[in-house]
């Protein structure tokens, strides 16, 4: 079945196996996929990710998530889209949002490609609010 956000398709996939504390999931495979995981590896909130072999019709990447403790605590809390295709979010440098005062992170997607909100910041570039990450 053909999905037509395939940014909330991902969200929702992560949002789901961190939920239920599995130890990884697999995602569809994009450029945007690969960047939007590469800044959630950078920012400490998955292990890593890896190409899935063999996976026919559509290329799948297995993205390992991350729990801290004895107890397995969970150290991706939430995954909130901002910008749908029905409804975009653009801001300008300014005005980029800080989530929970700076203890989460925006994902902007800027001239100079997916960034975090500080990124975006310190860059002086505005753009797309694609998702908030806590």
Known sequence: MP???TVADVLTRLR???RALHDSTVVPTSKFTLELLRILQEEGY???FEAVPDSAPQEM???HLKYVGPKRERVLNNLQ???KPGLRVYKPNTEIPRVLKGLGIAIVSTS???VTDRVAR???VGGEVIC???
Request: aromatic share 4%; net charge positive.
């Open 81 to 83: 889209r901002v910008s």
């Open 3 to 5: 999905v037509t956000d």
């Open 122 to 124: 310190k860059l002086g």
């Open 46 to 48: 998955i292990r890593g």
């Open 112 to 114: 100079r490609g997916l």
């Open 61 to 63: 990447t297995r993205v």
């Open 16 to 18: 789901n196996a961190n």
């Open 132 to 134: 908030h990450v806590w």
